[in-house]
């Protein structure tokens, strides 16, 4: 048999166990994308420190650790209380907010009615109250993902130490011909995951501190605790604002249809401003993806990865819009285009 035929069959082969391996592993290289975004916001705040005083590289990222460190206990320390007594409400109120919605739907004109098309849609409206009852079932779920998260925190110390090693460790696997174009990239992709990182960190206070303050003007319980959850999900973009507002309408439930009425226009005015103001200035200053392709990104690798496909989308399309505009259309192509991230 032709041995040039038998090493194609063989290299084939290989790549397909590769992409097999590549595709069982995916959480794996998920978590260590996690871990290269705390690296870069270490790196973020120990890089100025370095440039702007005495301290060398290695006592600048311990400073900018402590600095991280010292803001989250101060901010525990300021808020922990509250936000936890908030936390602790939210979490006592909500299932009782599920049958005060069937209440306010039976009370409706069409109430009933509607009310007996879920219960022949396979019991929905039945389910709902026991929905919130299950949450001590997810007991080792919470576990693994607080694992990972420590995991990925202390991964990405080890990457922010040396992370010109680990990168030359990366473009170590490729051909020596395309490497000093790869390490361009890779610096630019780089940059842009930074510019990004510090743009969604703006972006998510800004709309924390208004969800909080609208929901205290609104008179909602725990606007702290709604801050805090509206902030957080403000990281993934698109889905992130949409799932933030079901915590608040449950509880708006309990008080009137007036109160839900102000609290949809409160969080769409929060959306709103966060959209159209506070986003586009940020954003337009750092990384400025395209809508559409943030909405696919989120909703294709949603899909694909689930959970952590959904979190990590916006920064993985983030470097894959940098890699793409240097490594195809500028080095492939030929053609001049602007890259975020690209040093001068």
């Known amino acids: 048999m032709d041995r040039a035929y038998i090493r194609k069959v063989l290299f084939f082969f290989a790549c397909a166990v ?7 592993l995916v959480n794996v290289f998920l978590l260590a994308f996690g871990a290269l975004i705390v690296a870069v916001l270490l790196r973020s705040l120990a890089n100025p420190i370095r440039d702007h005083t005495p301290l060398n590289d290695g006592l600048s990222l311990l400073a900018a650790g402590l600095i991280i460190v010292a803001a989250l206990g101060s901010a525990g320390w300021l808020f922990g209380s509250t936000i936890s007594d908030q936390v602790n409400e939210l979490s006592r109120t909500l299932p009782r907010s599920v049958a005060e919605l069937q209440s306010e739907i039976a009370q409706m004109p069409l109430g009933p009615e ?8 396979d019991g929905v409206a039945s389910r709902l109250g026991g929905m919130f009852g299950r949450i001590g079932g997810y007991a080792i779920a919470v576990a693994s993902a607080a694992t990972e998260l420590l995991l990925v925190i ?7 130490i040396n992370p010109s090693k680990n990168r030359d460790g990366l473009l170590a696997l490729f051909p020596s011909a395309p490497r000093a174009k790869l390490e361009e990239a890779v610096e630019a992709s780089g940059n842009a995951l930074r510019l990004w990182l510090l743009g969604t960190l703006a972006s998510m206070t800004i709309v924390g501190l208004l969800t909080g303050l609208g929901a205290l003007w609104v008179g909602l319980p725990s606007p702290a605790a709604l801050g805090l959850f509206a902030g957080l999900a403000a990281f993934v973009p698109i889905i992130g604002p949409i799932v933030s507002v079901i915590p608040g309408v449950l509880l708006a439930l309990l008080q009137g249809p007036e109160t839900v009425l102000w ?4 969080y769409f005015g929060v959306q709103q401003i966060e959209s159209n103001v506070s986003y586009p200035l940020i954003q337009g200053r750092t990384v400025d993806l395209p809508p559409a392709l943030t909405l696919f990104a989120v909703l294709g690798l949603g899909t694909l990865l689930g959970p ?5 989308a916006t920064p993985l399309a983030v470097v894959l819009f940098v890699m793409i505009k240097m490594l195809y259309v500028r080095n ?8 975020p991230g690209e040093t001068n």
């Open 18 to 24: 590769l992409l097999f391996l590549a595709w069982k």
């Open 263 to 266: 609290t949809l226009l409160m």
């Open 154 to 160: 202390f991964a990405g110390l080890y990457f922010a």
């Open 114 to 121: 509607l009310l007996a098309q879920m219960d022949r849609a």
């Open 308 to 312: 952590l496909g959904v979190i990590f």
């Open 332 to 339: 492939t192509l030929g053609e001049e285009t602007t890259v």
